[in-house]
């Protein structure tokens, strides 16, 4: 089975550490965050694996090399120019040419990748999305009113929100919604599917999840990493 991880963000929320080390190879316990998803996937069959890469590309080719090290095949796509989110798939569309995961190079989640997988391929369409939901406390009293009548009060309700995990499958015919070499992103393709009238699955996600997109994550990484990732245990 084959899988992408998007590792070409800039990581500028995540500055001074990116400033020398491409975000995806940040340590993490005693592994780096892209070492971390290599080992997830290939423990639930992601054999192929390509690197999506655009910012200090050169450092993630010397870290891995071809993947052997961790029992996969592994390949480093380069943008020549940043291509956005969904964009840098399509230099890979020839090579993509079975279903195939997707994940951000910022993630780390206990999710089982193998039956995301399967629940995607009984799936009537071309992309599925995993999902996470997040509730956010808020702090203040909302109002229900009608006119000037106060007619209800929530005390400090939880925002409820259903948020996009980073983490897809897709199928080859998804290609067709792509422009050629242009910055296209996931919401963009999302939306063009949607407009299109075409179907679209997500798949929700239980498991443990963590986006390292700004520093307090990172040390959030750091704390948990014994507890979720580290096997040696």
Avoid: C
């Amino acid at each position: 089975m084959k899988a992408v991880i998007l590792a070409g963000g800039l990581g500028v929320r995540l500055k001074p550490f990116t400033q020398v080390i491409p975000k995806p190879l940040l340590p993490i316990g005693e592994k780096s965050m892209l070492e971390i998803q290599i080992e997830r996937l290939s423990r639930f069959g992601f054999k192929e694996i390509y690197l999506a890469t655009n910012y200090k590309s050169d450092y993630i080719e010397r870290f891995f090399g071809d993947g052997s090290e961790f029992g996969v095949k592994l390949a480093v796509s380069k943008e020549d120019k940043p291509l956005g989110t969904a964009g840098p798939l399509a230099l890979l569309k020839e090579k993509l040419d079975a279903p195939f995961m997707v994940m951000n190079g910022d993630i780390l989640s206990l999710v089982d990748f193998g039956k995301l997988y399967e629940f995607a391929l009984a799936q009537d369409s071309m992309l599925t999305l995993a999902i996470k939901k997040e509730i956010t406390p808020f702090d203040f009293g909302n109002i229900f009113f009608d006119g000037d009548t106060v007619t209800g009060i929530e005390e400090k309700p939880d925002i409820i929100m259903y948020i996009l995990a980073g983490i897809y499958v897709m199928k080859p015919e998804i290609f067709r919604f792509f422009p050629e070499n242009e910055f296209f992103g996931m919401d963009m393709l999302i939306k063009r599917m949607l407009e299109g009238g075409h179907h679209v699955t997500k798949y929700d996600l239980h498991d443990y999840w963590l986006d390292i997109g700004r520093v307090d994550d990172y040390y959030t990484a750091q704390k948990e990493y014994n507890s979720h990732f580290n096997t040696s245990l």
